[in-house]
């Protein structure tokens, strides 16, 4: 599996130990940066992985910043992106599992780098269900 990763200063430590993981695992990675705690715009990254998942270059991607939200908000104007914000594992399963989301993306603020990692890998393992939900996916982009 390909995964790329990117994020900001705000999620520079959970993208290593992420990154870390995914490569123990033998998952094919790019990572977008940060490459240092300085501060960073999140949209330069999120845009670099976005446009890798886009194209199929890499099959998902994980996306870490503050809140979260900004690096969503950024990846999901992509059109054959569909990124979700997760705070708990239940959430990391339904947006794989309903909404097809090939996107993860993370706040780093509000949740501990051991529940972004369990996110991640219940992300990765969850299929996507298919029946109700691939019309309902299939209706996401403009």
């Known amino acids: 599996m390909k995964?790329?990763?990117?994020?900001?200063?705000?999620g520079f430590e959970y993208k290593k130990v992420i990154l870390r993981w995914?490569?123990?695992?033998?998952?094919e990675t790019a990572d977008y940066g940060p490459y240092t705690p300085e501060a960073v715009d999140y949209p330069d990254t999120a845009h670099q992985l976005a446009s890798s998942?886009?194209?199929g270059q890499y099959e998902f991607g994980v996306l870490i910043c503050g809140s979260g939200n900004g690096v969503?908000?950024?990846?999901?104007?992509?059109?054959?992106i569909?990124?979700?914000?997760?705070?708990?594992?239940?959430?990391?399963?339904?947006i794989r599992q309903h909404n097809n989301a090939n996107v993860i993306c993370l706040p780093a603020r509000f949740?501990?780098?051991e529940l972004a990692l369990e996110c991640v890998k219940t992300f990765l393992k969850t299929e996507f269900?298919?029946?109700?939900?691939?019309?309902r996916a299939d209706k996401i982009p403009c």
């Open 129 to 135: 269900e298919g029946g109700r939900h691939a019309r």
């Open 53 to 55: 998942v886009e194209s």
């Open 22 to 27: 995914l490569q123990e695992q033998n998952f």
């Open 82 to 94: 569909r990124a979700g914000l997760v705070w708990n594992v239940e959430v990391a399963e339904l």
């Open 72 to 80: 969503c908000m950024t990846a999901n104007h992509h059109q054959g």
């Open 111 to 113: 949740i501990d780098v």
């Open 3 to 10: 995964v790329a990763i990117a994020g900001d200063h705000a």
